[in-house]
């Protein structure tokens, strides 16, 4: 009885301090994300203020790839991933894993994690998901097999 | 068909009906379900390489499996050690056909004695705190290959490329000469996820106890069979091993049948609270979409 009740709590204090751990970051995020949004507010101001529009948006954006829809594989844990990935004005929009049915399930979820990473950076030099390195490596050659095919 | 009542076998069917079951058991889960061990310890190992490197622990899919094979032991018990997981099972399999081949030989099987095996087994905790830390200072990363588990799960999935990963492979090969000698070798001595579930706070109700009063003067026949070497305690406490696997060897091997488990009423449904709790074990997994 007496070590249960220790185990109880050394796993209610183990919870609790990573509920504390995770609420703690979440306000320092929030903190963070606010000073941003008043810097933000504070420089739509002066840019009122001094009344100069200069039209310049960048438009030269990555043109380096071909619109349309590109197939690529490579080799995961257990064995191929395909995936799709959508080039819309020259832009990686979308990369759908087709299949990976050698890929263990809690392993591919947490490996798709690279995929948003991959879409963000426009570029497959991305870091590998951690503890799910040889699916995340397989969806990333896969795409770069995919924009291999998409190159003009 | 003849209808068997299984309140109505004798001592001997019953424990081959319970060694074929859980063999059965075993090989599904090692040929369909082999990578929740190694899914749910990846949830503590991210846990703390998040929190090393100051980032949010969010609820991956590691997190989530650990948390549900967390809860699946505090109430039933490590089930998922005796009966799910792959490298236990692939352990057993190895013990089996040691024990196998000496009776061929017929040679005595080597044994680690009692009091080196209790020594030994505080030692899974050594490997646990050292895995965490190593995560938490991020330098884990940096000892791939050097995972007797990962050469495992990559030679399960047929995958033999396995250049980097000679430290893994001969970690590997040690433990199945451990394996082979001893029953649960590398559960007992050495898993960190066994560390992990050996901590929880275990509920009493699936838990084994005996009827002491009943017992056969100096017999302690189920001690020598348990996998773990544990006194089973008496039926008026409610304490519970943290190292026992939920393997039943003991209920069967009980001259008087002493032994069951918390809640009495259960008793002489074994065969069936097993297939329960394999099923409920199996639902959660294709919920979690392992």
Request: net charge negative; glycine share 6%.
């Given at each position: 009885m007496k070590t249960f009740g220790i185990k109880v709590i050394n796993m209610i204090a183990i919870i609790g301090l990573l509920l504390g751990y995770n609420m703690v970051l979440e306000n320092r995020e929030r903190d963070d994300q606010i000073a941003k949004l008043k810097a933000e507010v504070e420089g739509l101001k002066l840019a009122q203020q001094s009344a100069?529009?200069?039209?310049?948006?960048?438009?030269?954006?990555?043109?380096?790839y071909a619109d349309g829809t590109y197939s690529g594989e490579a080799e995961g844990f257990g064995g191929l991933i395909s995936v799709e990935v959508e080039i819309e004005d020259g832009m990686i929009t979308n990369i759908e894993i087709?299949?990976?049915?050698?890929?263990?399930g809690a392993y591919l979820t947490m490996a798709k994690d690279i995929i948003p990473e991959i879409i963000d950076n426009q570029s497959t030099d991305v870091d590998t998901i951690s503890g799910a390195t040889f699916s995340s490596t397989g969806i990333r050659n896969a795409v770069t097999q995919a924009l291999e095919k998409a190159e003009k | 068909m003849k209808k068997i009542n299984i309140h109505k076998l004798s001592a001997k069917d019953k424990k081959k009906i319970h060694t074929w079951l859980r063999a059965f058991i075993q090989l599904l889960y090692f040929l369909f379900l082999p990578s929740a061990y190694t899914a749910a310890f990846s949830g503590v190992k991210y846990i703390f390489t998040q929190i090393g490197a100051g980032e949010k622990v969010g609820i991956t899919s590691f997190v989530s499996v650990l948390i549900v094979l967390c809860l699946y032991t505090i109430l039933f018990g490590r089930f998922f050690c005796g009966f799910a997981c792959a490298f236990g099972s692939f352990g057993d399999a190895v013990h089996a056909l040691y024990i196998k081949i000496c009776k061929k030989l017929k040679k005595k099987p080597v044994k680690i004695s009692d009091t080196w095996a209790a020594r030994l087994s505080s030692l899974k905790y050594v490997v646990l705190a050292v895995i965490v830390v190593m995560c938490f200072t991020g330098?884990?990363?940096?000892?791939?290959?050097?995972?007797p588990w990962d050469v495992f799960s990559m030679i399960h999935a047929g995958?033999?490329?396995?250049?980097?990963y000679i430290v893994g492979i001969v970690l590997l090969i040690l433990l199945v000469v451990g394996m082979a000698i001893q029953e649960r070798f590398f559960c007992r001595f050495f898993c960190p996820m066994g560390a992990v579930f050996s901590i929880l706070p275990i509920l009493p109700f699936f838990a084994l106890y005996r009827e002491r009063e009943n017992c056969i003067r100096g017999c302690s026949g189920c001690t020598k069979k348990c996998p773990s070497g544990i006194e089973i305690p008496d039926v008026d406490s409610t304490e519970v091993n943290g190292?026992?696997?939920?393997?039943?060897?003991c209920i069967d091997t009980c001259p008087k049948g002493n032994i069951h488990c918390?809640?009495?009423?259960l008793r002489g449904n074994e065969i069936l609270f097993t297939l329960f709790r394999a099923v409920v074990l199996l639902g959660l997994f294709l919920w979690l979409g392992i």
């Open positions: 100069i529009s200069e039209n310049s948006e960048g438009t030269s954006e990555n043109d380096s087709v299949s990976a049915e050698s890929e263990d | 330098v884990y990363s940096k000892t791939q290959g050097y995972s995958n033999f490329k396995l250049n980097n190292e026992c696997f939920q393997c039943q060897k918390g809640i009495q009423e």
